[in-house]
């Protein structure tokens, strides 16, 4: 199995609201990124989880909190977001750092 | 921090051509990736290399690390090839430590157009 799968595919929130992503992948990886994608733009890094603990935080402003509950499991919880939120978000795993990263699918998220 | 250049930015062939897309990078590094990604869509890793040439299918990747450069060519391009192909090395100079092992800088992208 070499698939990482994201829930939801798309996701409308209002500015109010709480929601969170979901990743998860089964092949063994113990590095797991969160990116946030803009149209026509390269992805931009997030969060790093190296074996379940956060190593890397790209000053991502705290209404974006980030969560590991075990090593096949990584979720991304919104809290009043803004409209320039609104992006592609994309994880992907990797089996450790500098190796290959294996992407979701992502969720494309609207924020209102 | 490197640097990364692609070329072109924009690519339409026809259908059947060869198609070569270009990409450089300005610090030492010790694996290249090269990645697809159809409009509206998730990435695929297509490759990582650290040498010489690797091949998948009608996809060839090469790269130089000599001259900090690699290619990906096409062979018999078809219209489901239409996606952005990104290039991305690793952000911080070989040998890592670190959190920077894991970090990537990715190129603009090369959007390519397969016409029937």
């Known amino acids: 199995d070499t698939e990482v799968t994201q829930t939801p595919k798309h996701l409308v929130m209002g500015m109010t609201n709480k929601k969170s992503l979901k990743c998860e992948q089964h092949m063994g990886h113990r590095a797991m990124y969160w990116y946030k994608q803009k149209a026509k733009k390269p992805p931009e890094l997030m969060f790093v989880?190296?074996?379940?603990?956060?190593?890397i935080n790209e000053s991502v402003p705290s209404r974006f909190s980030p969560e590991c509950p075990n090593s096949s499991l990584l979720n991304l919880h919104l809290h009043a977001l803004q409209p320039e939120d609104s992006a592609l978000y994309l994880c992907?795993?990797?089996?450790?750092?500098?190796?290959?990263?294996?992407f979701g699918p992502g969720t494309r998220l609207l924020v209102l | 921090k490197n640097e990364v250049e692609q070329s072109p930015q924009n690519l339409t062939a026809q259908e059947g051509e060869f198609i070569t897309i270009n990409c450089s990078y300005s610090?030492?590094?010790?694996?290249l990736h090269w990645l697809q990604q159809h409009p509206g869509g998730g990435i695929v890793s297509l490759f990582m290399?650290?040498?010489g040439k690797k091949k998948h299918g009608r996809l060839i990747a090469t790269i130089n690390i000599q001259e900090k450069h690699s290619s990906l060519h096409i062979t018999a391009s078809h219209p489901r090839d239409s996606a952005v192909y990104i290039c991305a090395v690793p952000k911080s100079p070989f040998p890592y430590s670190g959190a920077g092992s894991y970090q990537l800088t990715f190129g603009k992208g090369t959007k390519l157009s397969v016409i029937p």
């Open positions: 992907a795993s990797s089996l450790l750092g500098h190796e290959t990263q294996y």
């Open positions: 610090v030492g590094i010790s694996a």
């Open positions: 989880y190296s074996y379940e603990k956060l190593s």
């Open positions: 290399l650290s040498s």
